[in-house]
C-alpha cells in the first residue's frame, strides 16, 4: 500500500513519512514511471491510489523535495472530514527549516499574498504586494549560527500555498538552504561543500488533527532524516534537534 515508513495506521488513517525524492503522488501528464508515495493505479480526479491491499485518498501533499508526514485515509468518508479540516484551517502542520541569514526575531508572523503561476510544466509562486495577505505562516527560531549565517526555524503553516515556506522565507531574504529554485545557487554549491547540504532543508516534523472517528486529538512526528541531521551537526546547530521528539 505504501512504499514509505509508516507513522502512524488505524482503520481510518494512513500516515507515513515520506522520503525526499519521493512524488506524493504522480503526474499523470507523465508518461515516465515515478516513485509516489503510496502504491498502485491513482486517480487524479478522487486523489485515490488502488493498490492490491486496498485503497487510500490521499489528503494533502508535500513537494518532492520535502521529506516529512504525509496523510491518508482508507474510506471516502474519512477522507472527505480529513479535507474539511484542511479547509478550515484546525490542522496543525509544523515544518523545520534551515534558511541561509539571519535577523529573525525569536518568533514572528509570515503574511503575503502570494500567486502561483504554471508555465512551460513548471510552478512558480511569487509574492504580489498590496493585496490582501492570502498566505500565513508562524515561525520559532530555534538555533542561529552567527558563524555560518544560517537560522534553524520551526514553521507552523496556517495556510497551505504552493511552495508557501520557500517563496515567504527567499522573499525575506532568508532563503531555505538546497533550494535550487528561490535560492542562491552560489550559496547553495558553498553550503555543499563546507556543510554537507546537498538537498533542500525543509522537513514536514509535526501533524496535529482531530481524529475523524475519535474526536481525540492526533500527533505524529516525523524525525528528521539523518542527513539533514548531518547537515545540522556540521553546522554546529544540532543541539536543538536532539533535545527533540
Known amino acids: 500500500?505504501?512504499?514509505?515508513?509508516?507513522?502512524?495506521?488505524?482503520?481510518?488513517?494512513?500516515?507515513?513519512?515520506?522520503?525526499?525524492?519521493?512524488?506524493?503522488?504522480p503526474n499523470p501528464k507523465s508518461a515516465k514511471p515515478q516513485a509516489a508515495a503510496f502504491e498502485g493505479r491513482y486517480d487524479a480526479d478522487s486523489r485515490c491510489f488502488s493498490s492490491p491491499t486496498g485503497k487510500v485518498w490521499l489528503i494533502h501533499r508535500l513537494d518532492q523535495d520535502t521529506s516529512g508526514v504525509l496523510l491518508a485515509a482508507k474510506d471516502e468518508k474519512t477522507a472527505a472530514a480529513c479535507r474539511e479540516?484542511?479547509?478550515?484551517?484546525?490542522?496543525?502542520?509544523?515544518?523545520?527549516?534551515?534558511?541561509a541569514g539571519g535577523g529573525l526575531k525569536p518568533e514572528g508572523v509570515w503574511l503575503d499574498h502570494l500567486i502561483t503561476a504554471h508555465e512551460r510544466h513548471q510552478v512558480r509562486t511569487s509574492v504580489r504586494h498590496g493585496p490582501r495577505p492570502n498566505?500565513?505562516?508562524?515561525?520559532?527560531?530555534?538555533?542561529?549560527?552567527?558563524?555560518?549565517?544560517?537560522?534553524?526555524?520551526?514553521?507552523?503553516?496556517?495556510?497551505?500555498k504552493t511552495h508557501q515556506i520557500r517563496v515567504q522565507a527567499a522573499s525575506r531574504r532568508l532563503p531555505l538552504v538546497g533550494d535550487d529554485v528561490y535560492g542562491s545557487f552560489d550559496l547553495n554549491r558553498k553550503l555543499r561543500q563546507s556543510i554537507g547540504a546537498r538537498r533542500l532543508f525543509?522537513?514536514?516534523?509535526?501533524?496535529?488533527?482531530?481524529?475523524?472517528?475519535?474526536?481525540?486529538?492526533?500527533?505524529?512526528?516525523?524525525?528528521?532524516?539523518?542527513?539533514?541531521?548531518?547537515?545540522?551537526?556540521?553546522?554546529?546547530?544540532?543541539h536543538e534537534i536532539h533535545r527533540r521528539p
Not at 479547509?87 to 496543525?92: M, S
Not at 496535529?208 to 556540521?234: C, F, I, N, T, Y
Open 1 to 25: 500500500m505504501t512504499r514509505c515508513e509508516i507513522l502512524h495506521e488505524d482503520r481510518f488513517l494512513l500516515v507515513v513519512n515520506k522520503p525526499h525524492g519521493v512524488l506524493s503522488h
Open 85 to 99: 479540516a484542511f479547509e478550515a484551517e484546525t490542522v496543525r502542520k509544523t515544518y523545520l527549516a534551515l534558511c
Open 135 to 160: 498566505a500565513e505562516a508562524r515561525y520559532r527560531l530555534l538555533e542561529y549560527s552567527a558563524a555560518q549565517r544560517l537560522s534553524l526555524v520551526e514553521i507552523e503553516l496556517i495556510t497551505g
Open 202 to 238: 525543509l522537513h514536514a516534523h509535526e501533524l496535529r488533527l482531530k481524529h475523524p472517528a475519535s474526536g481525540q486529538m492526533l500527533s505524529v512526528h516525523a524525525p528528521l532524516p539523518p542527513d539533514l541531521v548531518s547537515v545540522l551537526e556540521a553546522a554546529g546547530l544540532a
